[in-house]
């Protein structure tokens, strides 16, 4: 994903990409406020393209206005976090099997790279025996993982579908983040389920493709829905 301080982007474009990266890597979080007066010193441009900003991602349900009160990051209950992920397995199994019979070698290259830059980070977490992720790694692992993810749309050849399938991990994302406490294990096997897909779609296997790709969504659903339960337990208890 391109940064916001690419010269060939508008205004606008450079406060979507800034609020963007802010909400994958775990800066903004759901239920948070959008300042756009914060948010336009931080890019150095006026307000005018941070509101349109923020108008493309409520469109988008990543962000919701409230009248007379401000625009806020989306919030959703556990039940839409469960359907987002539906709606993203639906997307990501078919297109890994389209993806087996026309990704071409550059594509099968670059999931490796990104795979790879996972791995890493994955072997930093076990050398260090660190049980907390760094703001670094975040968002080291975010940007390789969506890479990956939407490499493999690229090369199934539906750029509806990629567009779609973006704004789909950025929510699942977002409304998952459980970095606090994510063992390098569980990684690990992510990072496993990443080559699998690799190997299936370099060898054309289409069937193989779409069930390696069902495997990794519904593991990532699963650990999102526990980490979106113990959330809200931690939440309770903290009121009591």
């Known amino acids: 994903m391109p940064g916001w301080a690419d010269r060939n982007m508008t205004l606008k474009q450079q406060a979507y990409q800034h609020i963007l990266q802010k909400l994958l890597h775990g800066d903004l979080r759901p239920g948070d406020r959008l300042s756009n007066r914060k948010l336009a010193q931080e890019i150095g441009i006026s307000l005018i393209p941070v509101r349109e900003a923020t108008a493309q991602l409520a469109s988008e349900g990543l962000a919701e206005h409230r009248p007379g009160v401000g625009s806020f990051v989306t919030s959703v209950s556990r039940e839409e976090l469960a359907d987002l992920y539906d709606f993203r397995e639906a997307l990501e199994c078919h297109a890994a099997a389209r993806a087996a019979e026309r990704i071409s070698t550059d594509d099968l290259t670059l999931m490796r790279q990104c795979n790879q830059r996972l791995f890493g980070i994955v072997d930093e977490l ?34 509806r579908a990629l567009e779609t399938v973006q704004g789909l991990n950025i929510l699942t994302r977002l409304f998952a983040q459980r970095w606090t406490d994510m063992p390098a294990g ?39 829905l526990a980490a979106y339960d113990q959330r809200r337990m931690s939440e309770v208890g903290s009121t009591r």
């Open 126 to 159: 076990e050398q260090t025996e660190e049980t907390r992720w760094t703001a670094d790694r975040i968002r080291r692992w975010q940007d390789a993982d969506i890479e990956l993810h939407l490499t493999v749309f690229r090369g199934a050849g539906n750029r």
């Open 186 to 224: 569980d990684s690990g096997k992510g990072c496993a389920d990443h080559a699998d897909l690799i190997d299936a779609l370099e060898a054309g296997d289409a069937e193989r493709a779409r069930a390696v790709a069902e495997k990794h969504i519904r593991q990532g659903c699963s650990d999102a």
